[in-house]
């Protein structure tokens, strides 16, 4: 479908739902807002998550004590809430009205209620979408002279649902030199006008960075394998664990740790060959475990740049990775890892990733050199200060645009 059919469907939709925005926009000036905010962000969870953990360090960085977040859909845990909590800013969980298909009409209503929130303040705000389908199905009845700038972690189903919402905003901030490639040629399959391309900026993830570093390799004993994430489909989190099973009937002193709750993506019959950690958000925990690692093991078909990645690396653990997304930007074979090619072959990539490990494991030396380039890397290139100055700056050219 071309980019024109995508604009002609979004105008007969608002047409529709008209009704609904006016409603909306009654009851906002009915039941105001209690303060002023200069800042609104839009985000769908406050659950665990690589995606949750920028958003709350966005927030963190440029809130200045008059931003506000919505949050739109039902979160699976609380665990992130408190560091959104620590940023400063009000939250506001609309996910029982925004987030229920049997009651959709409430979603509707309430694109009336926060557009009319935001039309109130007294000093024009910035709104921040961070890949949230109800930020953008919100985006057209902003006022157009209201600065909105939305966030893309990589190329997924957001790419598309925000085709329709392009224009609305003024900067897109992608994490991945390689999605900005990728959504360049998705713009001219969609016969997306070009001018829209000029508004991508690159912003790479941040991270704080660790106080103290792996200082040395363990040559000898157990080799630490670490996986960090989620369970979702592109992670195929289920070979890492069919590589544990090969590691260990090969006889090799290997293992494999799973950290984040992912024992519904694993058959029954591998857990013996896996050490779950479960979910944590303690962060003098989480740093132990990245410490008492050596490799970070990730073996997805689809990424933007894992802050896994990068918390690895800053502490010097070696990464074994497919080579998707940004991550070939940052890990060379022999270099701080090695990355599988072909990786959308799944037995292919089980076969490397055994061969890969049985590798470290018969020959440790080259950590100590993965080790000290991986720490060298990340403190050039991952550190907060550079994604506050970052993201504070596209936030200054924004208002000084829309002034």
């Known amino acids: 479908m071309k980019y024109s059919v995508y604009i002609i469907k979004r105008k007969i939709e608002n047409i529709i739902i008209f009704p609904f925005i006016v409603i909306g926009r009654l009851i906002a000036l009915l039941k105001p807002l209690k303060k002023e905010y200069e800042l609104f962000y839009f985000f769908p969870f406050y659950h665990i998550g690589g995606a949750e953990k ?31 909590e620590d940023t400063g800013c009000t939250l506001v969980d609309v996910s029982k ?16 209620i926060i557009s009319q929130y935001i039309h109130a303040q007294k000093k024009k705000p910035l709104v921040f979408n961070g890949q949230c389908n109800f930020g953008y199905k919100i985006s057209p009845w902003i006022n157009k002279d209201i600065p909105q700038i939305e966030l893309i972690h990589s190329l997924c189903s957001f ?38 391309n000029q508004r991508i900026e690159f912003i790479l993830n941040g991270i704080t960075l660790p106080e103290t570093t792996k200082q040395t390799i363990n040559n000898n004993g157990t080799l630490q394998v670490l996986y960090v994430g989620r369970d979702t489909e592109e992670k195929r989190v289920h070979l890492i664990a069919m590589v544990a099973k090969a590691i260990k009937e090969n006889n090799y002193d290997a293992e494999f740790i799973f950290m984040g709750e992912v024992k519904n993506a694993i058959p029954v019959e591998l857990y013996a ?17 990245y410490m008492e690692a050596d490799v970070l093991l990730m073996l997805s078909t689809t990424e933007g740049f894992p802050m896994a990645i990068m918390e690895a690396m800053a502490r010097g653990l070696a990464v074994v990775s497919t080579d998707v997304g940004e991550i070939p930007y940052h890990v060379q074979d022999n270099k701080n890892g090695f990355l599988i090619r072909n990786p959308y072959d799944d037995n292919y990539v089980l076969n490397q990733a055994i061969i890969t490990i049985s590798t470290i494991i018969n020959k440790r030396e080259p950590l100590e050199l993965f080790r000290l380039n991986n720490i060298e890397h ?3 290139y991952f550190g907060l200060d550079r994604f506050a100055k970052s993201y504070n700056q596209l936030f200054a050219e924004a208002k000084k645009h829309y002034a």
């Not at 966005?58 to 699976?76: D, E, M, P, Q, W």
């Not at 598309?160 to 999605?179: D, G, L, N, Q």
């Not at 050490?275 to 740093?287: P, V």
């Open 54 to 84: 920028v958003h709350y360090q966005i927030a963190a960085v440029t809130n200045k004590g008059n931003g506000i977040i919505f949050f739109t859909r039902k979160s699976l845990n609380n665990l992130y809430y408190k560091q959104f």
């Open 159 to 196: 790419s598309y649902i925000r085709i329709p919402f392009i224009e609305y905003y003024y900067k897109t901030v992608m994490i991945s030199k390689k999605r900005i490639e990728d959504h360049l040629e998705l713009y001219a399959q969609y016969h997306i006008p070009v001018y829209y």
């Open 97 to 112: 009205y925004t987030d229920n298909k049997f009651l959709y009409f409430n979603n509707l209503v309430y694109r009336g």
């Open 378 to 380: 990340a403190q050039t």
């Open 273 to 289: 060959y896996c050490t779950f950690l479960g979910n944590q958000n303690d962060e003098e925990k989480i740093n132990n475990i």
